[in-house]
C-alpha cells in the first residue's frame, strides 16, 4: 500500500470515530438524469425492488454495471445500442436504486439474481454486456446457464481470483484489511465525497471527466441506507469468486474482451488470461484508456460493440 493511500484510510477510519453522515432512505428518481427520453422501472426479483430502464426494439441486450456503481455508467451506449437493439440497463441488487437487503452478497447469490432479473423482465436469451463485476457476472451466468445467453462482450472484468489481481491502490488498501473485518466496515461506513472522487479517477486516464456531476452519481448512492452492508459483503465474499474458474473453459458463447490499456484495477495481462480461457474469444486493448473504457472512450469502444454484435447475423 503506498504512502498517500495509507493515509487516507487512517484519516478516513479517525473521523469515522467522531462524525458520522447520516444516511438516506432510498429514494427512486422520476426521471433518469443521464438521458431525459428514458423511463425509470422497477420489477420484483425474489421479494425485491430492482430499478432498470429500457428500450429500443430487436434482440435483447443487457448491461451489467461493475461494483460500487449504476446503469449510468452506460450512458454513452444506450441510446446508440437501442436503434438496433431492446436494450436493459439494470441497478444490481444492493446498488444504485435498487432495494438492498441485509443478505450475504456472495457470488451466487448475485449469478442467481442477474438470471431471475430476467425471468421477471421476460427475457429468455440475451447477449450480456458486463463491466468489471457486471462481466464476471456475465461469464458466470453464460458458463452456469448457456441457454440464458446468445453473445458475450466482458469489459475490463473481474476474473475467477479477484482479489488476488486486483492491481488498484484503493481495494489493495481494502485487501489488506479484509483480515480486520471490524476497520474493513468501519471503511466503508465512512464513505464521502473525496473517497468516490479517488475510486472514479482511478477508474479513468482522463481525471478532467470526473466532474463534480459524476462524483455526486457516485456519493448520492454511496449514501443510501444498506449501501455499507452490501459493498462490505460483497467484497467479503469476493474470494469465493475463485471457486468459479472451471466455468471459463465450458463457455462456448461467442465472446468479446475489451480491456483499457491503463487499467489500474486489473491491467490487460487479465484480460490476456481470460482469452486464452474462453475458447474462441477476442481480445481488444483501447489505447489511453483506463477501467471504464466505455465511459471514457466510447468513440473506440463502441464500434466493436457494435460490429461484434452483428457478426453471423
Known sequence: MTRNIKIRWIISLLSTL??????????????????????????????????????????????????????????KQFDLLSQRYRVYALDLLG?????????????????????????????????????SMGGGLAWSVAGLFPERVDKLILIDCIPPDVLGQVRNDSFRALADLERHPFFLYLVYANRNRDSQKWILQ?????????????????????????????LYSTFRNAKDAVKLKDILPRIKQPTLLIWGEKDLLFPPSVGELLRQAIAGSILHVIERSGHIPMWETPEKVNPLILAFLSAGR
Not at 441485509?102 to 450480456?128: N, Q, S
Not at 482511478?202 to 448512492?221: A, G, H, M, S
Open 18 to 75: 467522531f462524525s458520522r453522515e447520516r444516511r438516506t432512505r432510498l429514494v427512486r428518481p422520476c426521471t433518469i438524469d443521464w438521458n431525459k427520453t428514458l423511463v425509470p422501472q422497477t420489477v420484483h426479483v425474489s421479494g425485491n425492488t430492482i430499478f432498470y430502464v429500457v428500450k429500443g426494439a430487436g434482440e435483447p441486450l443487457i448491461l451489467i454495471h461493475g461494483y460500487g456503481a449504476g446503469s449510468w455508467l452506460w450512458e
Open 202 to 230: 482511478e477508474c479513468v486516464v482522463d481525471k478532467t471527466l470526473i466532474t463534480p456531476e459524476v462524483v455526486d452519481r457516485q456519493y448520492e448512492f454511496s449514501r443510501i441506507k444498506g449501501t455499507t452492508w452490501s
Open 95 to 131: 446498488h444504485g436504486y435498487s432495494d438492498r437487503p441485509r443478505i450475504a452478497y456472495t457470488p451466487d447469490a448475485y449469478i442467481h439474481f442477474l438470471r431471475d432479473f430476467m425471468d421477471a423482465v421476460g427475457v429468455e436469451k440475451a447477449t450480456l454486456i458486463g463491466n
